[in-house]
């Protein structure tokens, strides 16, 4: 056991590290481009306006009340470290951007008609969990399964069928198939709604709103399955046909042993490790495909959210989206990095 | 993984390698074709010059979608007129007439009638005139509309010119005059009473190639005749072209988008563009990625550590969220296009530095390397002498790779309308289609062909790096 928790452990050690990675990086970018400072006097701008109300209260004389108010903003611009320059105020930005503590959005609302950066993300994560994770499972076993069935089927024409199949679902962009499906089924069929996650308005009741739910997921959940299973097909493929070439293999086969057995406990098991490091590995691509998925489709998740934070200029939205997309990438490494071990004998047994 | 050097005709061998080399080629001469014959400020003067396509139709088809649908949509008309048909004088007035009669067969208006007039040069202080009339097949003639040129001001000598950068352009369809006497000609010809506000909700097109019957407005189909008239007082001037333009149902080889840009010249644009964002980034992921994988590999020590470490952490960022951030964030930067390509490269390299460093090291402990090593041969000779030359298939194979993703990053990245402004990129053109609501209204021609064309680059170059791979690890040919 201690020889699995000990590779577990570097390569948890490894991943979170990223998180700080990730941190610093934007930091000294908004550091070195004046953002940082931009986002800084926004803020130090809302505090000053609060403060300027409740001593418009107290103080009836103007000039008093002008002198009253430059005290207070130089006050509070020192109070956000804006009287030194940024790279003293680096650590501060860190911990800003890790608490999503970066103000208030100028015209993006949340669904509740909250301003603040972390609500509007927050209410926004079980959305794009949704979209990322229903398609992944679904394409991976759907994926793993076909791949296995054409790699002990060699040469054949389905083998070559589903083979270029798959390598053309390698260069499909998931946006663009959205919108192919968009103007196939949702403009000329007319089957499937095209945008949004529930009809407006939603249905009262909880079992209609989840079938509400499940027709508006249908397209989307398409585009992600289809622009994702070519490539499970094609690695699961790849690795049992390397697998299903070493010598153990046809010393097995020589052993006189069922074909079965062969491919249950020496191809398969075996194979198994490596198309689950593929699955880790496709998660980069599936996070970024769901981004653009959710834009084209108008998911109500953080993907589609960026695109709304690029179109009207919302920086702070856009550090703390990067950040949480990084938060929730990691995330999910680990959680697969332990699956990955406890699947693995070898690590296992070490 | 088997490293060794191959030849051509093994390089060859695979169908998808040929398929992909033939389609590589071609994309690569009509990218050279493209920077030839396109001016280099393509992007800021033509394609987002709104004037520039004023005389297209918007949002419009391509031509060929008649060929499928069976029905027959007016086709885009320019009708270039250099010299005038006719040249007389009429009392005391030099006259040019320029004539038009075209054949009208088309189950639809068409949707503009533009005359454009360029460079007309006169003598007299007495301004020249123009008149247009315009003649139908059920016999009417009428005279559409006429204007006075702006007479010459005290300041001016002879010749005078008028409308020499840019031509007037008459819109006849939208033009208060021509409605009004075409109306007033259908109105008793055909004894109906229609008035102005009607035309407005019928649509201007179908007075010009529609008669009423029953209600409702058909096409008049058979031959028409546009005709205009330059009257110059006292003394004679001239025209140097006038033209008329009859706007189409359908456009081109692409159809056209709601600004009236040819989709077709756009298209063609973001082929090099396309490309050359592609072989950049994978020239420089390439190199940066297998000398620090070659360096890890050989060095060992604390530049290996150093250089794992940082390629773990690198590798490990979700890739599309952080190139969002740096283009956002550095988006006044001038070149947005080698930005992104430098971000691309800055967090792509790794992936082939982790690969290359095995390899590497499995190199190191062979025998012509402890050669080299014994006849004094300097690390620095080693590592890109002997290594790298022996890696060169494997590094080939995977660079190649890197060429799609590239592409397709740019393209998500315009699509989320971060793309470089002054250089249009077939990402660009769908996410203008997208924001502009195109797909929702089933307008097709505008975002299928340039997803489609960056599919198409994508797959050549992916089916190219997967007919190496036999190449690369020859294990996989025995099957």
Known sequence: MSGMRKALLVRIISLVLVAPAVLALMAITLGLTGVSDRILISMAEQTLQEVKKSLAIQIRDPKALEAAIEAQKEAIYSSYGLDKPWFYRIFQMIARIA??????????????????????????????????????IFSSILGVWIGTKIALRTGTFLDKFVSYLAIISYALPSWWVGIVLIIFFGFYLKLFPV???????????????????????????????????????????????????????????????????????????VAAPPILTNIILGLTGSLGGAILTETVFGWPGMGSLYYHAIISLEENLIIALTYIYTLIYILARIILEILYVTLDPRVRYQ | MNVRRISAREFFESWTMKVGVTFLAILVVMSIFVIIVYPADFGKRVWSNPMYWADNPKLVPPAWITLLTGEKLPEHTIFKLKEPAEAYWLRDAYVLEYRVDFNYDYDDYYSFIHVLVRNITFYSSQPPRIEIYFSRPDGLMVKLTSFTVRGPSSMEEPPYQRYVDSPKRIILSEDVAAMTNLLDSLNEKYNITLSFSDILLIGTEKLFFGYPLEDRFNVLKGRYGVYIMAYFPNEPGNVEEIRLILGGKVFGLLGTDMLGRDLMAGLLYGLPVSLMIGFLAAILITSIGVSLGIMSGYLGGKVDVVIQRSSDILVNMPLLPILIFFTFILREFDARLILIILVLTAFSWPGLAIITRPIVMQMKSSQFIEAAISCGASSRWIMFKHILPNLAPFVLAQSIFTVPSAILAEAALSFLGLGDPTLPTWGQMLEYGFRSG?????????????????????????????????????????R
């Open chain 1, 99 to 136: 608490f999503f503590d970066l103000g208030r959005t100028r015209i993006i609302k949340s669904f509740t008609g909250s301003h603040e950066v972390s609500q509007i993300i927050v209410e926004r994560i079980p959305n794009t969990i949704l979209l990322v994770t229903v398609p992944l």
């Open chain 1, 195 to 269: 945008s949004g996650m529930y009809s407006i308005p939603p249905p009262r009741d909880i079992p209609m709103r989840m079938l509400d739910i499940m027709w508006h997921s249908v397209l989307p959940f398409m585009t992600l399955v289809i622009v994702q299973i070519g490539g499970w097909i094609y690695s699961t493929r790849m690795i049992i046909l390397n697998i299903a070439q070493e010598d153990y293999v046809m010393v097995a086969r020589a052993k006189g042993l069922s074909e079965g057995l062969v491919r249950r406990r020496y191809i398969l098991r």
């Open chain 2, 438 to 478: 195109a797909i929702y209204l089933g307008h097709w021609w505008i975002v299928i062909p340039p997803g489609l064309l960056i599919v198409l680059t994508a797959f050549i170059f992916v089916l190219i790096a997967f007919g190496m791979e036999p190449i690369v690890s020859p294990r996989l040919k025995r």
